[in-house]
């Protein structure tokens, strides 16, 4: 793994951004600064069905915060529906860009922090003499470019707060200063793909005052990452939802893992 300790410092150095206290009658309360850990924000998170989704919504309801939880299918989705505190789900399948639209004009705004956690592996079936062409498009697809659709069908609700933190969950496995190991054609491609996209989206909405983070989860145990994995999802998403709170960088996106460790591209 590629780290830059130096850098991680002045990245997570930060203002606080400006509540939008969310009242469960829908509306919003005149906004008010407070220290950043006891802010109640509106966090939208997709992919909340389960693995590392459904963990970002039950630490954020914890605190208090107001979720917003994109699933594919609300009716079954009955870990997340289960929990308690301001939650409303609302469907979203990223691979369709009518559910997209659909799914942004449903959301209340403000919304205060994006976290784009839906993704997709796209088989284990992927070395060189095995990986097809119609599973990297399917993966891509989904990873980087409609999570970017996605993204921008939110800006008129995110540009509604003061705190504009877009949070997108990649991977080490999109890092090209990081693959030693090759293989995993679709999965690398698509998360270097989504890196490139919140890049660009970084420059052109820091004019605007978006903050734009890339996160490594670590190696989670979900279904995606496996019974193997070494860190358990309740540990990674507590460093992440840290990381997150305390990021406060604009400019250019930043690449960290979910101890808060700068990541090369
Ligand atoms: N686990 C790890 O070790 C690891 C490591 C690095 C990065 N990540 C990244 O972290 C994120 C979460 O991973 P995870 O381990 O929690 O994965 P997971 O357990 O496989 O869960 C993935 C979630 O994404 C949703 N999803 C998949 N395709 C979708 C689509 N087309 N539209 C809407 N939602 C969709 C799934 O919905 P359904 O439940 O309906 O299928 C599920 O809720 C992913 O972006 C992943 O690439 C994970």
Not at 192 to 214: G, H, K, T, Y
Request: with cysteine; charged share 20%.
């Amino acid at each position: 793994m590629v780290v830059c300790h130096n850098k991680t410092q002045r990245e997570l150095d930060s203002t606080p951004c400006v509540n939008t206290s969310y009242i469960k009658a829908g509306h919003f309360m005149q906004n008010t600064i407070q220290s950043q850990e006891a802010q109640k924000l509106h966090y939208l998170i997709t992919g909340a069905n389960r693995g590392i989704g459904l963990e970002l919504c039950k630490q954020a309801l914890e605190k208090g915060h107001h979720v917003s939880a994109c699933v594919r299918k609300p009716e079954t989705a009955t870990e997340l529906r289960a929990l308690e505190g301001n939650l409303r789900i609302v469907q979203l399948e990223l691979s369709s860009g009518e559910s997209i639209n659909d799914c942004a004009e449903m959301i209340d705004g403000p919304i205060d922090v994006l976290i784009n956690n839906a993704g997709i592996m796209g088989g284990y079936d992927q070395a060189l003499h095995e990986i097809r062409a119609e599973q990297i498009l399917e993966t891509v697809n989904v990873n980087a470019i409609r999570t970017l659709e996605f993204t921008r069908a939110l800006l008129p609700k995110m540009k509604a707060s003061q705190c504009r933190k877009i949070v997108s969950l990649t991977s080490r496995m999109g890092s090209i200063a990081d693959n030693t190991s090759g293989r995993f054609y679709a999965y690398r491609m698509s998360k270097a793909a989504l890196n490139m996209a919140m890049q660009s989206l970084a420059i052109d909405l820091a004019p605007e005052q978006f903050r734009v983070l890339l996160m490594h989860p670590g190696w989670v145990q979900t279904d995606m990452g496996g019974a193997n994995a070494p860190l358990n999802v309740r540990d990674s998403v507590s460093q992440m939802l840290g990381v997150i709170t305390r990021y406060n960088h604009l400019g250019k996106a930043t690449f960290m893992n979910y101890q808060g460790e700068t990541l090369s591209w």
